[in-house]
Structures are given as C-alpha cells and as structure tokens.
C-alpha cells in the first residue's frame, strides 16, 4: 500500500537505524518538503541531533503545589522544549502547573504506574526515566535503547520499553534496570498492558517502520505473541480501556483517514472509530474510570481530549506546548 502521509519519514528511519547514537543533523527543516499531513513529526525530530545527551541533570522543573500531590494531572511529552508539562486533569485548555526537565531529552511516550510514579521514554538521549510520585529529578534511569519511543507498566511493576530503531521491547523486572527479556519485533511504536497482564505491542511491518501495522499479544514472561490481524495502516501508539478492548492509534496513508480505532477481544474490525480534529494520532491514554481518552498529536500541535467511548472531542490543549509527542494520566496504572 502506497504511503503518502509521511513521505520523509521511511528515509528518516532508514539512516537513523544505520546509523543509531550518530549525528542526524545532515538534514534541516529548511530542507525538508513543503508542509504535508504528518510531517511536522518529521521536522521535529530532524532537529534534535541523535546520541548527544543533554547534561544528567538539569535544572528548571518545578511543582506548583497541586502538581506535588501528583493525583488526578496530565503528563504531556514535549519534544521539542525537552521537557513534560503537567496539567490538571480539570478544566478547559489549561495552563501548565508543573514542568519536568531532568533527564528529558526528545520525549516521546510516558506512562504512569499505580503508585503515581512517572515514565518517560527519551529518543535524543536514548534512556527512559523514571520519577517518583511528586518528583522532578529522575530516580532510575534505563539505557541500551537505540531509539526508546514509549512504556508501559504492568500492576507488578514490570517495565515494558518499545525500542523502535532496535525493533524489540525490553522488559525490565520492577526497581530493576538490567533486561529480564528481549522480545524481538518489528519496528514497535505501542505497548499496552490489559488487567490479566497481557502485554500489547503496536508495530510496523513494512520497511523502515513503515506500514502497514498490526499489533501482537504476549502472555506474561512470554517472548512469542500472537498476531491479532488487526487492520492498521500506520500504527502508532496503543491502549487497553476498561473492557480490555484494544484501542490503536492509526496516523493513517495521508488521505483523511488516521482515527482511533476500538477493537474489543477477538475482533478483526473496530467497534468504534474516534477522529474528530485529528490529523496525525501518535500516543494515546486513558483516564480512570476510562470516561477520557487522550490523544497526542503533533500535526495539530494539540492534546486532545475525547468522552469514552462516545468519541466526542470535548477539550483541546495546546498551552505551554510547542510539540505534543506523548501522554499519561493519573491515575493510569493497573
């Protein structure tokens, strides 16, 4: 299937997994085509030279003191300022209330367990960092990822990386930063946990990362899955609401047609299809009790926020934001 919606991206990935840790800066945005559906993404990352960390820790991150008591906020992954911005999880369009800055270095998917601790995958620097519940300095930090482009957490505290240029998800036992298991896979952009545990991946399968997607299932400890043949024609990022239905974010070919899909257990063919205002659906979250879905996209330059399952877009949030890659909720976690 042809790929109009990203027409840098397969060659974006392509010389970044040749050469994963090296200097992409041979490439400027004034180079780059003229504006087209999903190539913000594109722009953005280009920008940001791979492998060159910034310094371990950085100053800068503050908690108003609502965003100290870490319950009911958004965690929002901007890329290009380098930091998460934190909101509340009332109130129309509103402004920041805390901002997290060390480690963060090209954040993209972020994860919030039951314990109110925050994950956050960084591709410029190549770690996920994790921070304890009312903290702006990171307690652990994961390494060995050629490009970490989200995480996930189940209830035992088993940490779950998708390294989308290494094409495996690493699986780390809880408190712990050495790999438990190496799942080898495709190009992987999601990862997901449903209530027995089960883990989710949302990957690619065409060259480069490129479509079409799919996701595979894999039962605890497992490094084998089963493909679940769902219809994707660009995965992005994936979750599992209330129901354990599977819920895809799809950037789509370019023609109108990126949205998230609703696919309970065992179908082949979305029960709900959510697109208003979209244009480029990256990583997805819920709240709880699953009233809110929430979505990152970069094309829009926007958070947005839609009832579930009814889909209807009811907040949009673009304040303090320069570039929307990912999303958590608390409380998020199993």
């Not at 990935?13 to 050469?19: E, G, K, Q, R, V």
């Not at 027995?196 to 299932?217: I, K, M, R």
Request: net charge negative; glycine share 12%; charged share 20%.
């Amino acid at each position: 299937m042809e790929k109009t919606r990203r027409p840098l991206r397969n060659a974006w990935i392509a010389s970044l997994a040749l050469c994963a840790g090296c200097a992409a800066g041979q490439t400027t945005p004034n180079a780059l085509a003229p504006a087209a559906p999903g190539s913000f993404e594109q722009a953005a990352r280009v920008r940001v030279p791979m492998g060159v960390p910034q310094p371990a820790h950085r100053t800068g991150g503050w908690l108003s003191p609502q965003a100290k008591k870490a319950e009911h906020l958004i965690y929002v992954s901007d890329f290009l300022a380098n930091d998460v911005e934190i909101y509340p999880a009332k109130g129309s369009n509103p402004k920041p209330i805390g901002e997290i800055t060390d480690g963060i270095d090209g954040p993209e998917g972020s994860f919030v367990d039951k314990h109110g601790d925050l994950f956050v995958t960084n591709v410029t620097n190549q770690t996920v960092t994790m921070y304890k519940k009312g903290s702006t300095t990171y307690s652990l930090q994961y390494t060995g990822f050629a490009y970490p482009t989200n995480v996930t957490v189940d209830a035992k505290g088993t940490v779950y990386v998708a390294d989308l240029v290494g094409e495996k998800v690493v699986e780390f036992s809880k408190g712990s930063t050495r790999p438990k298991l190496t799942i080898d896979i495709s190009y992987p952009q999601g990862v997901a946990i449903d209530s027995n545990d089960n883990l989710y991946v949302e990957y690619n399968a065409g060259a480069h990362g490129g479509g079409p997607g799919d996701v595979n299932e894999f039962a605890p400890g497992s490094s084998s899955g089963e493909n679940l043949n769902l219809p994707i024609v660009w995965g992005a990022g994936d979750a599992i609401d209330g129901k354990n239905d599977i819920v895809t974010a799809d950037q789509g070919s370019g023609s109108g047609n990126a949205a998230v899909y609703v696919f309970p257990q065992g179908a082949t063919e979305p029960s709900e299809t959510i697109d208003q205002g979209m244009e480029d659906p990256f990583r997805i979250a819920f709240d709880k009790p699953f009233k809110h879905l929430y979505v990152a996209d970069p094309e829009v330059n926007a958070l947005l926020v839609y009832s579930y399952p009814a889909g209807k877009l009811v907040n949009s949030i673009t304040n303090g934001l320069s570039s929307v890659y990912g999303v958590a909720l608390y409380p998020e976690g199993n």
